[in-house]
C-alpha cells in the first residue's frame, strides 16, 4: 500500500482535482457564488471551506466503514434502497450534466483564449481522458497529483500578482447593491452540496481503496484546506476586475494584465483543472453504470462521452449558468443525511 504521506497527499488531490472542475477553474463558479457578493462572498467561502473539510470526510469515512464501492451502495446506505433508486439516477443525470459542462468549458478555453475552433478542445479532452481512463484509478491518481500542486501554486501568483491592482481593502468590503439576499444566504451550502453530491463519484471508490482511516481522514481535511485557500485566492483576484460577470473566463482575463509573461502556462493549467475534473466525473460514471450494465468500460466511458458531447453544444456559459445553481439546491439534501449519519463519527 502507499506511504502515509503520499496517500494522504494523493487523496487530497483527487479530492481537489475532482471539485475543481470547469467553473472553478476559469473563475466563472467562483464568481457565481461567491465574487458577485462582494464581503458577503468572503464570508461565504470561510464557511465553504469548513463544509469542505468536514464533510468531505465524513463521507469517505463513511464510505470505508460500511465497505461502499460506489456511490449507488453509498446513497443506499443514506437514503435506503427504495428512494436512493431515484437519487442515484438523479445523480447520474446530474454528473452527465456537468461533465457537459468540463467539456463545454475546454472548448471554451480553446476557442476564447487560444482562438482554436471549440470543437479541437472538446475532442482533445475525450481522446486524453479515455487514455487516462485506460489506466482505471492508478491513471486518476496519477493526473491528480501532477495538476493539483501547479494549481495551487498559480492561485497563489494570480493573488499576489493583483495585490496592486488599485486599493485592495476596498475591494475586499464591497457590498453588492442588491443588499442581503436569500440566495446569498444559501449560497455556499448550495455551493458546496453540489460539489460534494458529484464527488461522492470518485471520494466513495477512494476510500474503498485505500481502507486506512488515518490516511482518508488527514488527506480529506488537507483537501478541504486547500479548496479554501484555492477559493479565498481566486476570490480576491476575480474582485479586481471590473464587471467580472460579463467574461466567461475571467481568471484568464486577469492573468493577462497582472502576469502576462505566465498567461500561456496559466491557460494551461485551467485546461488540466478542467481535465482532473473530467477524468473524475467519468470514472465515477462509469463505475455505476457497469454495475447494470456488463459491457466492456471503455463502450461506456465512449457512449458517456457522446452523451455529454452532445449535451455541451447549448454553451459552457448558459449550462453552468442553469445546471450548477439548480442541482446545488437539490443536492442539498444530500449534505445534510451525510451530516446527520452517525457512520462517519469519530470512533
Same mark, same amino acid.
Given at each position: 500500500?502507499?506511504?502515509?504521506?503520499?496517500?494522504? +497527499?494523493?487523496?487530497?488531490?483527487?479530492?481537489?482535482?475532482?471539485?475543481?472542475?470547469?467553473?472553478?477553474?476559469?473563475?466563472?463558479?467562483?464568481?457565481?457564488? +461567491?465574487? &458577485?457578493?462582494?464581503?458577503?462572498?468572503?464570508?461565504?467561502? #470561510?464557511?465553504?471551506?469548513?463544509?469542505?473539510?468536514?464533510?468531505?470526510?465524513?463521507?469517505?469515512?463513511?464510505?470505508?466503514?460500511?465497505?461502499?464501492?460506489?456511490?449507488?451502495?453509498?446513497?443506499?446506505? #443514506?437514503?435506503?434502497?427504495?428512494?436512493?433508486?431515484?437519487?442515484?439516477?438523479?445523480?447520474?443525470?446530474? @454528473? @452527465? $450534466?456537468?461533465?457537459?459542462?468540463?467539456?463545454?468549458?475546454?472548448?471554451?478555453?480553446? =476557442? %476564447?483564449?487560444?482562438?482554436?475552433?471549440?470543437?479541437?478542445?472538446?475532442?482533445?479532452?475525450?481522446?486524453?481522458?479515455?487514455?487516462?481512463?485506460?489506466?482505471?484509478?492508478?491513471?486518476?491518481?496519477?493526473?491528480?497529483?501532477?495538476?493539483?500542486?501547479?494549481?495551487?501554486? +498559480?492561485?497563489?501568483?494570480?493573488?499576489?500578482?493583483?495585490?496592486?491592482?488599485?486599493?485592495?481593502?476596498?475591494?475586499?468590503?464591497?457590498?453588492?447593491? =442588491?443588499?442581503?439576499?436569500?440566495?446569498? !444566504?444559501?449560497?455556499?451550502?448550495?455551493?458546496?452540496? +453540489?460539489?460534494?453530491? @458529484?464527488?461522492?463519484?470518485?471520494?466513495?471508490?477512494?476510500?474503498? %481503496?485505500? &481502507?486506512? %482511516?488515518?490516511?482518508?481522514?488527514?488527506?480529506?481535511?488537507?483537501?478541504?484546506?486547500?479548496?479554501? !485557500?484555492? @477559493?479565498?485566492?481566486?476570490?480576491?483576484?476575480?474582485?479586481?476586475?471590473?464587471?467580472?460577470?460579463?467574461? =466567461?473566463?475571467?481568471?484568464?482575463?486577469?492573468? &493577462?494584465?497582472?502576469?502576462?509573461?505566465?498567461?500561456?502556462?496559466?491557460?494551461?493549467?485551467?485546461?488540466?483543472?478542467?481535465?482532473? /475534473?473530467?477524468?473524475?466525473?467519468?470514472? $465515477?460514471?462509469? &463505475?455505476?453504470?457497469?454495475?447494470y450494465v456488463k459491457v466492456p468500460s471503455m463502450l461506456i466511458i465512449a457512449i458517456i462521452f457522446l452523451i455529454?458531447?452532445?449535451? /455541451? =453544444?447549448? $454553451?459552457?456559459?448558459?449550462?453552468?449558468?442553469?445546471?450548477?445553481?439548480?442541482?446545488?439546491?437539490?443536492?442539498?439534501?444530500?449534505?445534510?443525511?451525510?451530516?446527520?449519519?452517525?457512520a462517519g463519527k469519530e470512533k
Amino acid at each position: 500500500m502507499l506511504s502515509r504521506w503520499s496517500g494522504i +497527499f494523493q487523496i487530497a488531490a483527487v479530492y481537489v482535482g475532482t471539485v475543481v472542475g470547469a467553473g472553478f477553474a476559469t473563475g466563472r463558479e467562483i464568481v457565481e457564488f +461567491f465574487t &458577485r457578493y462582494g464581503i458577503y462572498g468572503f464570508i461565504g467561502i #470561510l464557511i465553504a471551506g469548513y463544509i469542505f473539510i468536514f464533510t468531505g470526510t465524513k463521507i469517505m469515512l463513511i464510505s470505508t466503514r460500511i465497505r461502499a464501492t460506489s456511490y449507488e451502495e453509498f446513497n443506499q446506505f #443514506l437514503f435506503g434502497k427504495k428512494l436512493a433508486g431515484i437519487i442515484n439516477i438523479f445523480f447520474l443525470i446530474m @454528473l @452527465l $450534466g456537468v461533465t457537459a459542462v468540463m467539456i463545454s468549458g475546454s472548448g471554451a478555453v480553446f =476557442e %476564447e483564449q487560444l482562438g482554436v475552433p471549440k470543437s479541437v478542445g472538446s475532442w482533445s479532452t475525450i481522446i486524453l481522458a479515455s487514455l487516462v481512463l485506460m489506466m482505471g484509478m492508478r491513471g486518476v491518481f496519477t493526473v491528480n497529483s501532477f495538476v493539483v500542486p501547479i494549481m495551487i501554486c +498559480f492561485s497563489l501568483i494570480l493573488f499576489f500578482s493583483t495585490l496592486g491592482n488599485g486599493d485592495f481593502l476596498s475591494f475586499l468590503t464591497q457590498v453588492p447593491d =442588491e443588499g442581503i439576499s436569500l440566495k446569498m !444566504i444559501f449560497s455556499p451550502f448550495a455551493y458546496t452540496a +453540489f460539489n460534494l453530491a @458529484l464527488a461522492q463519484a470518485v471520494l466513495v471508490p477512494v476510500a474503498n %481503496e485505500v &481502507r486506512d %482511516e488515518k490516511i482518508i481522514k488527514h488527506g480529506a481535511i488537507l483537501g478541504g484546506i486547500f479548496l479554501t !485557500i484555492i @477559493l479565498l485566492t481566486g476570490h480576491f483576484s476575480l474582485m479586481t476586475l471590473p464587471d467580472v460577470t460579463s467574461y =466567461e473566463i475571467p481568471s484568464a482575463v486577469i492573468m &493577462r494584465t497582472a502576469a502576462g509573461q505566465l498567461y500561456w502556462m496559466f491557460i494551461l493549467v485551467i485546461y488540466g483543472e478542467i481535465f482532473t /475534473s473530467v477524468i473524475g466525473n467519468i470514472y $465515477g460514471l462509469q &463505475r455505476q453504470i457497469s454495475s447494470y450494465v456488463k459491457v466492456p468500460s471503455m463502450l461506456i466511458i465512449a457512449i458517456i462521452f457522446l452523451i455529454a458531447l452532445i449535451i /455541451s =453544444e447549448y $454553451g459552457y456559459g448558459r449550462l453552468l449558468g442553469y445546471i450548477y445553481p439548480v442541482f446545488g439546491y437539490i443536492s442539498l439534501v444530500f449534505l445534510m443525511l451525510v451530516w446527520k449519519s452517525k457512520a462517519g463519527k469519530e470512533k
